[in-house]
């Protein structure tokens, strides 16, 4: 099944990355080019991009410090992100992008995004409601460790 776009609209006070403008209606079938979304120009500059224009984010409980998942952002997701106060990804498998939790109903409410100090890594700490993975879990990082060198 695929997400349902939806448009809200609130606003983000206090975080390190904002931006003012109200996100657009539609979504491209590709991630947007940078440059070519309502984000801020001073932080579109400070993202590292990977080739298709994306940046990984990594969303963490802003309570209990709990990682929660990874998803990616191009400049529009980010933008909207900031200006809605839900975490909006690009889904690389689908094309498209996604709010997490309009179709769940597992929302992510952003309370604060902050980049790294190379650029390339956006932290998005949220409050995240019910589970965070597709697969019906808290996090996507419940697996198991992996064995470390002996």
Not at 3 to 29: C, I, K, T, W
């Amino acid at each position: 099944m695929r997400p349902v776009q939806e448009r809200h609209n609130g606003s983000m006070n206090g975080n390190a990355l904002s931006s003012s403008e109200p996100p657009r209606d539609s979504a491209p079938a590709t991630p947007a080019a940078p440059g070519s979304t309502a984000l801020d120009p001073a932080v579109a500059a400070r993202l590292k991009r990977t080739a298709d224009g994306l940046v990984p984010a990594v969303a963490q409980q802003y309570d209990t410090g709990e990682v929660l998942m990874l998803g990616w952002m191009d400049d529009e997701a980010l933008h909207r992100t900031l200006t809605t106060g839900r975490c909006t990804y690009w889904s690389r498998s689908r094309n498209e992008y996604w709010v997490k939790g309009d179709t769940s109903g597992h929302v992510q409410h952003v309370k604060s995004v902050a980049l790294d100090c190379d650029g390339d890594t956006l932290l998005v700490k949220v409050d995240q409601t019910g589970p965070a993975c597709h697969t019906g879990t808290r996090t996507c990082f419940d697996a198991g460790d992996l064995p470390l060198g002996q």
